[in-house]
């Protein structure tokens, strides 16, 4: 053991009541790895030893405790949930294809301000018009959408 790594364990036996579960539980604060897998390398030993010596150091707080890395076992859902929102957009952009020339005058003027982003911005919520502006549109509220595509362009603050 080196001597970095035997100041380290000396300073986490004075500062927590549990060394053994502090240097072996991953923590958030060290992106969910553990204090152990950080004093593998002499980078991760500076790491710890400015963590703990800094003063920046603290008991675990509660969504430390229960901390648990981050495996595709324990994200999947979140990227199921991403999945299905972006197939409920892909839905709605499909719903503007041969629409009337009102809203294909709004699908351009979206092209000219953002690019290619311009389709995507109309299915995502705008907090200026509290609502999609896909959903806008559905409601014959165009000129409400079209009127902040050129605030937009012209860069006037909304």
């Known amino acids: 053991m080196t001597e970095m790594a035997d100041?380290?364990?000396?300073?986490?036996?004075?500062l927590y009541d549990d060394p053994?579960?502090?240097?072996?539980?991953p923590h958030q604060w060290f992106g969910g790895r553990s204090p152990v897998e950080l004093m593998a390398t002499e980078a991760g030993?500076?790491?710890?030893?400015?963590f703990l010596r800094g003063g920046d150091h603290m008991p675990p707080i509660e969504p430390d405790r229960d901390f648990r890395p981050y495996t595709a076992a324990n994200t999947d859902h979140f990227i199921e949930r991403?999945?299905?929102?972006?197939?409920?957009?892909?839905e709605r952009l499909r719903s503007l294809k041969g629409t009337d020339p009102e809203i294909a005058a709004v699908i351009g003027k979206a092209q000219e301000v953002f690019g290619e982003q311009g389709l995507i911005?109309?299915?995502?919520?705008?907090?200026?018009?509290?609502?999609?502006p896909l959903d806008l549109i559905a409601q014959g509220k165009i000129g409400r959408v079209l009127t902040l595509l050129g605030q937009i362009e012209y860069g006037v603050y909304v």
């Open 45 to 50: 030993e500076f790491m710890l030893l400015k």
């Open 121 to 132: 911005w109309l299915v995502e919520h705008n907090q200026v018009l509290q609502a999609t």
């Open 20 to 25: 053994e579960d502090f240097l072996t539980r």
């Open 7 to 14: 100041e380290i364990r000396t300073l986490i036996a004075d």
């Open 82 to 90: 991403v999945i299905a929102r972006l197939e409920r957009q892909i």
